[in-house]
Nanobody, 126 residues
Framework: QVQLVESGGGLVQAGGSLRVSCAAS????????MGWFRRAPGKERDFVAG????????DYADSVKGRFTISRDNAKNTVYVQMDSLKPEDTAVYYC???????????????????WGQGTQVTVSS
């Protein structure tokens, strides 16, 4: 079992930055990959970024590549997503998720992930 709790969401102006964190507990954190997804109003839950157990493999959705950075601190059982150059279309509920079936290459589909946080709202104003 893995429990995930996001924090750090909020309201930011377009062009600004925000860092969202996700604290994990339960299963050994360094034994699985992690990911971030988001769901905008009226849309599907979309992949944002994934990171493998060691942080050496990071994958991004095209829509956030070059603007978002995923990272993890295994000593703190925490995964982060640093969001820069934010746009109004980044407005969504952001979810972290644990992919306990993969360690080396993080999944990019929601079905790859077994445990989910409750989500945190990120709103980007124009």
């Amino acid at each position: 079992q893995v429990q995930l709790v996001e924090s750090g969401g909020g309201l930011v102006q377009a062009g600004g930055s925000l860092r969202v964190s996700c604290a994990a507990s339960g299963r050994t954190f360094s034994s699985y990959a992690m990911g971030w997804f988001r769901r905008a109003p009226g849309k599907e839950r979309d992949f944002v970024a994934g990171i493998n157990w060691s942080g050496t493999r990071r994958d991004y959705a095209d829509s956030v590549k070059g603007r978002f950075t995923i990272s993890r601190d295994n000593a703190k059982n925490t995964v982060y997503v640093q969001m820069d150059s934010l746009k109004p279309e980044d407005t969504a509920v952001y979810y972290c998720a644990a992919d306990v079936r993969h360690t080396v290459v993080p999944g990019t589909a929601a079905s790859d992930y077994d445990y989910w946080g409750q989500g945190t709202q990120v709103t980007v104003s124009s």
